[in-house]
């Protein structure tokens, strides 16, 4: 009974030290990693940073800080949140279509400009996988998966729309090009598919992508 009883409370020493263990997997899966969080409000609060969101949206979705001059954790919506900054790098809470009626609101790095009229951001994410093999012996391994998205002056600031969803493929050409229609010479290189300014849907790498983007992105900002 001693035994069961020592053995116990180490278990609990153990899970106890564990919950309160640092740890930072991507931006969307961290315990008490110090950084900052800008508000909407123009406040800017510093401290340890615990993020774990869930898959889908919810108006109570939140991360947790615990306050430089505070051992107390505290919850802040990310509705009230403009961004963070972790390890020095900045990102921004934004919400992506999942194409079937339920939205993801996840952290994207910023990759453009803070004033950029188009917003270019890259979402980081790790998956488990698993296979098997002839043998029929299992194995489970990880993989980086990177995504990007757009975000548009005007539209809602959490929006952010893949550079391969519907909003600008198929017929990049045109959907692009009628984004940016207030700047003709840029919308006419996109609409003529100039070399630089237009991407296919498919048999392209992500990195044309975003060089393409870029180059738009660019453009459109010396059209203010």
């Known amino acids: 009974m001693r035994n069961i009883l020592l053995s116990a409370i180490a278990t609990s020493l153990i899970l106890l030290s564990s919950c309160s263990t640092p740890y930072f997997t991507t931006v969307n899966n961290m315990r008490e990693i110090s950084g900052t969080i800008y508000l909407n409000d123009g406040r800017e609060i510093n401290g340890p940073i615990s993020n774990s969101l869930s898959t889908y949206y919810t108006s109570n979705s939140y991360i947790s ?5 505070s051992k107390k954790s505290k919850k802040i919506y990310v509705s009230e949140i403009k961004g ?3 390890r020095n790098t900045y990102y921004e809470p934004k919400r992506i279509d ?9 952290f994207l790095r ?8 188009i917003g270019l951001f890259e979402l980081y994410e790790q998956h488990t996988n698993s296979s098997t093999n002839r043998r029929g012996y299992s194995s489970t391994y990880t993989t980086d998966d990177y995504s990007y998205y757009i975000t548009l002056e005007g539209h809602p600031a959490m929006e952010a729309w893949s550079l391969g ?3 600008l493929t198929p017929n990049f050409e045109d959907k692009m090009s009628e ?4 700047c003709p010479v840029l919308a006419d290189k996109i609409h003529r598919k100039e070399k630089g300014y237009f991407y296919a849907q ?23």
């Open 202 to 224: 498919v048999s392209l790498v992500e990195e044309k992508r975003i060089e393409t983007m870029m180059n738009i992105i660019e453009a459109y900002n010396r059209c203010r």
């Open 165 to 167: 969803g519907k909003h």
């Open 65 to 69: 800080m615990t306050e430089a001059d």
């Open 179 to 182: 984004l940016v229609k207030d």
């Open 110 to 117: 910023r990759l453009s400009k803070e004033n950029s009229r």
């Open 98 to 106: 999942m194409g079937w009626g339920s939205d993801r609101v996840l």
């Open 84 to 86: 963070i900054n972790v």
